[in-house]
């Protein structure tokens, strides 16, 4: 590839890293980490916001001046949907129209657009007062919906729920408001998706 990459990054409060700085945010730790690669990205062009549904991220996205083409696309989105008690039909549609329309920005190329999974905040510490068990099963019936779609569309898929179960009692794995997750998280989600982006460039 000759031009610099182009990203995009589409989600909620984890894409645009709340809680950490912005360039300790996964997409701008990803793009970090090509540069390394001595590869030339731009940096990461980010449509997200804290609290947004799927809903809400499909709606901007109708409203937001996109460029024509992007290299790659990622989709962290659902958390909120699962928070708001939404159902799984609503955020079927939504998520297979946001799947539908990162794979026409990278013009048609799937495995260009990258699914992240959903991270299971009923294990911080600010759910302790919350059903755990209730939420994880939540969570795994949203992330069985991102992954089915995946695989459908055959687009990339990258599970970090795991990882934000296991990390769950790590102080350094979490933000200061003990509900979003620290750069060092970021860093862990930003490895794996760099590393994705990387060999499809290669």
Known sequence: MHHPISYLALGDSYTI??????HESFPYLTTQLIRKQ???????????????TSTELAEQLL?????????????LIGV??????????????DFEYLLK???????GKSERVIVLSIPDWGC??????????EIAIEIDSFNHVCNQFAKKYQTGFINITEETREESKNPAAL???????SGITHLHW???????MIEICQ
């Open 17 to 22: 890293g709340e809680s950490v700085p912005l």
């Open 38 to 52: 001595k590869m030339a990205i731009h940096a990461p062009e980010i449509i997200a916001q804290t609290g947004w």
């Open 63 to 75: 409203k937001t001046e996109l460029n024509l083409h992007y290299d790659f696309v990622s989709i």
């Open 80 to 93: 909120n949907n699962q928070y708001r008690h939404l159902s799984l039909d609503n955020f079927r549609n």
């Open 101 to 107: 329309k990162a794979i026409h920005l990278t013009g």
């Open 124 to 133: 911080t510490p600010y759910a302790a007062d919350k059903n755990g068990a």
């Open 175 to 181: 933000a200061s408001d003990q509900l979003h997750y």
């Open 190 to 196: 930003a490895t794996k998706l760099a590393n994705h």
